[in-house]
């Protein structure tokens, strides 16, 4: 059985109170709203690349912890990288959150590891998910998206009573 | 008085034996990461006595064939106990006549059955449904479906923030072209307990039949649908402590004949050829096909189980537990309570000063605590409430205030987390 509560880390906390590169950006080069409707979460994720570069990417919403720290802790990863080596971390942390590979085969995690344990709680990975999926809508100018969307590798009917 | 003698006060109003009916759900048994699971979820579906549990498995070991078909001992046998049943849940809901009661897979179906078969027949382009923001989505979308369909207009009552109905602006949205009221009894995110007596009253003078979503109503209080005088009353049973994959239509006879069918196939009729098929009388015209039969004969036990301890005495025994959760989660600062309506149920939706509900969920139940938390299928009541969600713990005849404790101590250890 997980332990929920490794979950809820100091760096998870930390990143839900006070959330790096929180706002948005004037003139981005891509932009996109990401969609939760189990929770009716949304997070925004702005970018600005240039020469195939991230030199600013910034996030806004409201969500939970879990959706926060992801955010927060991705802007502050692929911040400065090419958009190739962010688009790598994405498929690495979709991967890793939805426990297809584990975080020991994802060379370029790194600290993005305390996000692991979201794998065996089914109705907290989409949470996790968000701001990458997000992050990946923007960058192939899909101006809305959906950790519902039918090409959703997570997609799964979660009942509501 | 000292906090700790009210709290002694208030724990000891009932002389309820909470834990000899705890003994007769097994399931209240298990641990949950490695703590006694505290169940606290029951507005979504309640837990299954063994009585029940015994019930289905006497059926199904010697009792089970097809039901209305067959001349041999065990059709016999099955069609009697499913009649049985009906029996049983009319009695349940002092229905005048058995034929008034017709099985559905749940609440949601006994909707969808008025929509079609009262709705799609009677209701027209410009007329008017009332319904109201309290509804969970099964009293709405089936409505807009039809809206949609026919060029009808929905109207909703508004509520204010402590969670109550507008009696007033209610009865200011009738007009002559207000054909059908759908109300709930309970709201499932809020646990108000709308007055829905008065609202039919104020419906009839005026010749608009009502529909009553029972779904939250039906597990906790005494319902006499001749005493409401409601035209229809829904429930499920899995919120009753039966099967899941029962409910019940309750309708006044002369609307259910006067209605279409709503399913076509075998038992809904009488005689069939190709140029002419004949309905059968209600309420097997709305029972197409092969019901679920031991679902049936199982919401039957569950319905006796709840009347051998008294619904008067459950309802008695849940509003202890919630002015006593009320009283205890007010207590904590940095907790909102939402839904403070004069006449509630024992349903507690809440918000966390600066946490999410659903990080809240992921905490409680690593401390065993089973609660909601998400939109509640009512996101009219969460636009109205501004918030995207809340958590929500719904309280059952064999909940404890011992496990009340547990989920004001779950709460402020979420607390104690986030600061
Ligand atoms: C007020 C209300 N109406 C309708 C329903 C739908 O019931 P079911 O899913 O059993 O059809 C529910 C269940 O959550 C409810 O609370």
């Not at chain 2, 606290?40 to 199904?60: C, E, G």
């Not at chain 2, 049985?84 to 017709?102: P, S, W």
């Not at chain 2, 009729?269 to 197409?288: C, D, G, Q, R």
């Not at chain 2, 039969?293 to 919630?322: K, N, P, W």
Request: charged share 20%; hydrophobic share 40%; net charge negative.
């Amino acid at each position: 059985m997980a332990d929920y509560k490794s979950l809820y880390q100091e760096v998870i906390l930390d990143h839900n109170k006070k959330p790096r590169n929180y706002g948005t950006i004037e003139h981005p080069s891509h932009h996109a709203v990401g969609h939760n409707p189990l929770c009716g979460d949304h997070i925004t994720v702005d970018v600005v690349v240039d020469e195939g570069r991230i030199n600013n990417i910034a996030f806004q919403g409201e969500s939970c912890a879990i959706c926060k720290a992801s955010a927060s802790m991705m802007t502050t990863s692929v911040k400065g990288k090419t958009r190739e080596e962010a688009e790598t971390l994405i498929q690495e942390f979709l991967a890793m959150a939805t426990g297809k590979l584990s975080h020991e085969n994802c060379p370029h995690i790194g600290r993005l590891a305390v996000f692991a344990g979201v794998s065996d709680l089914p109705t907290r990975v989409k949470c996790a998910i968000l701001p990458w999926h997000t992050l990946n809508g923007a960058f192939n100018a899909v101006a809305s998206t959906s950790t519902e969307a039918e090409e959703d590798p997570m997609h799964a009917p979660i009942g509501d009573a | 008085m000292s906090a700790n003698q009210t709290t002694q006060k208030i724990r000891s109003t009932s002389a309820f034996d909470v834990e000899r009916i705890r003994a007769d759900f097994p399931i209240l048994k298990l641990k949950v990461n490695d703590k006694p699971l505290v169940y606290l979820d029951n507005a979504a579906s309640s837990q299954m006595p063994q009585q029940v549990i015994d019930r289905l498995v006497y059926y199904q070991t010697k009792q089970h064939a097809n039901i209305h078909r067959g001349v041999h001992y065990l059709s016999e046998v099955a069609t009697s106990e499913f009649e049985e049943a009906r029996r049983k849940l009319q009695r349940f809901i002092n229905a005048n006549e058995d034929r008034e009661v017709i099985f559905t897979s749940g609440t949601t179906e006994a909707i969808n059955l008025v929509m079609h078969g009262y709705g799609r027949k009677f209701i027209g382009a410009g007329d008017e449904i009332i319904l109201t923001t309290l509804e969970h989505h099964a009293n709405i979308v089936p409505w807009q479906m039809l809206a949609e369909e026919k060029g009808a207009k929905i109207r909703v009552v508004p509520i204010n923030d402590a969670g109550e109905l507008l009696i007033d602006e209610y009865e200011k949205l009738f007009n002559d072209r207000t054909k059908f009221v759908g109300v709930t009894h309970v709201s499932n995110a809020l646990g108000s307990i709308n007055p829905i007596k008065e609202m039919i009253a104020f419906a009839h003078a005026r010749g608009v039949p009502v529909l009553v979503d029972g779904a939250q109503a039906a597990p906790h209080t005494k319902i006499d649908v001749q005493d409401l005088n409601c035209d229809f009353y829904a429930f499920s049973g899995h919120k009753l402590c039966g099967p899941t994959g029962i409910g019940i239509l309750y309708g006044r006879a002369e609307l259910l004949e006067s209605m279409q069918p709503f399913k076509g196939g075998g038992d809904m009729i009488l005689s069939v050829t190709f140029e002419k098929t004949t309905y059968n009388t209600i309420p097997h015209k709305f029972e197409a096909g092969t019901p679920p039969i031991s679902a049936a004969i199982g919401l039957g036990a569950a319905v006796d189980y709840l009347s051998a301890i008294g619904m008067d005495a459950i309802a008695a025994h849940e509003l202890d537990l919630l002015k006593y959760a009320t009283g205890q989660i007010s207590s904590i600062a940095g907790v909102r309570v939402m839904g403070t309506a004069e006449h509630k149920a024992a349903v507690l939706s809440f918000a966390v000063d600066g946490v999410h509900p659903h990080d809240i969920g992921t905490l409680l139940n690593q401390e065993g605590i089973a609660v909601r938390t998400g939109h509640h299928c009512a996101q009219p009541v969460m636009q109205r409430l501004h918030v995207p969600a809340t958590s929500r713990a719904s309280f059952a005849f064999y909940n404890t205030m011992d496990e009340v404790d547990a989920l004001i101590a779950g709460i402020r250890t979420v607390q104690k987390i986030f600061t």
